[in-house]
C-alpha cells in the first residue's frame, strides 16, 4: 500500500477536518464493505462512496452531527489511555491523523506503542456495545478499523482497549483485546482487496461529475453566447421622457473552477 504521513492536528480541528477531505477513513471501512448478498455494494456503502467522490471533486457534504455519546467517548479516551498504560506498563504517544501519498485513505489513530503497536479506544457508552462487544467478545463492529491500522502503518498489533468508565470499580473498567497481524493475515489482504474495490467506484463517481461540470459549462457557454428569445424581453420605462423602452435579460454564466 502507499506510504502514509501523519498529521498531528488536534481531533475536530479544521485543520484535521482537511486532512480527511475526500478520503476513505478507517472508521467507515466497515461501511465501504458492506455489500448485499448478491455482492453488491449495499445502499449505505453507495452513499458513502458518492459523499466520499463529492468532498473529492471539490464539494461538501453533510455535517455529522456530533451526538453526546461521541463528545462523551472524546472525553473519556485520556482516562482510558491512563487505565491502558498502568495495567500493561506500556507508554503510548499520539500520532494523529495517518493519509496516504496516493490520496485515497487514512485513519485516526488514538496512540502508538514503540515501533509495532497501535492503541485504539472505544468507550462502551450504550448498553447493547457493552453486552456485545464486552461480555459476548465480539468484535466485528471495530475489527475492520483495526486491520486497516494494520494494512495501512505496517505495524505488528493492535490493542483494543474497550473502555466502561461506570463500571470501572467492578472490575469492567476496561478489557483489552490483541489483534495481532500474524494470526489475520487472510483477513487484511481480504479488507486490501475490497478497498481496492471501493477506492475504484469513488473514482468512478468523481469522474461522472468531473464529466457532468464539463459538460454543463459547455451548455451554459452556448446558452450566454445566445440572443435571448423574445419571451425574455421586457420593457422599462424612460423616466425622464416617459418613452416605454425594450430590454434584453442577459443570462447570467459563472464559471466554475475544478
Known sequence: MSRVTFDTAPQGSD????SRRGRITGSMFKVARDKLKSGKLSGRAIL????????RFGGKCET?????????????????????????????REAGFAATDCGMFGVSVDRLVGGDGVVEVKTMV???NLFTTVVEEDLG??????LGYLLFLDRQWVDLALWTPDLEGKGLGIAIHRIERADHLEAIAAL????REFAAV???????????????????????EMEAPAAQRAETIDMSTGEILPVTLQLAVEEIDF
Open 141 to 146: 463492529e471495530y475489527m475492520d478499523q483495526c
Open 202 to 224: 469513488v473514482l468512478r463517481f468523481e469522474s461522472d461529475l468531473r464529466n457532468k461540470a464539463l459538460t454543463n459549462i459547455e451548455v451554459l457557454n452556448q446558452l450566454g
Open 126 to 128: 450504550g448498553s447493547d
Open 64 to 92: 455529522v452531527f456530533v451526538t453526546k455519546s461521541m463528545n462523551f467517548g472524546s472525553e473519556q479516551e485520556p482516562l482510558a489511555i491512563s487505565a491502558y498504560e498502568s495495567v500493561t506498563g506500556s507508554l503510548t
Open 48 to 55: 458513502y462512496a458518492r459523499n466520499v467522490a463529492r468532498e
Open 192 to 195: 486490501d482487496k475490497d478497498l
Open 15 to 18: 485543520e484535521w477536518l482537511a
